[in-house]
């Protein structure tokens, strides 16, 4: 299974963006997908993350300014981010919970999108 995001990029204080990520491979079933980002010197940590495809999760600095979505078929996860802090520069990692054919249930995580926001 390999994710590939896009959408990362530098973004003013108060602005918007919008993350993309495909999962590709033989993928047999979806537990959980979304967000996790990292800024430097800190660890990383959830941004959002859709649950069965019914349940969704925030971190709590994200609450209120994030809407994650996804497609199961097309095995995609979107992040719409509003009221872009200078605390949200970080490198945005998606991220799936799957299993594939020939492979049991496991975490997968794509390359990192970087998003800088400048005040």
């Known amino acids: 299974v390999q994710l590939q995001a896009s959408g990362g990029g530098l973004v003013q204080a108060g602005g918007s963006l919008r993350l993309s990520c495909a999962a590709s491979g033989n993928i047999l079933s979806v537990n959980q997908k979304g967000w996790y980002r990292q800024a430097p010197g800190k660890q990383r940590e959830l941004v959002a993350l859709i649950i069965s495809d019914v349940t969704t999760r925030y971190g709590d600095s994200v609450k209120g300014r994030s809407t994650v979505s996804g497609d199961g078929v097309k095995n995609t996860v979107y992040l719409q981010m509003t009221g872009l802090k200078p605390e949200d520069t970080a490198v945005y990692y998606c991220?799936?919970?799957?299993?594939?054919?020939?492979?049991?249930?496991?975490?997968?995580w794509g390359q990192g999108t970087l998003v800088t926001v400048s005040s």
């Open positions: 991220y799936f919970y799957a299993r594939s054919l020939g492979t049991g249930d496991r975490a997968y």
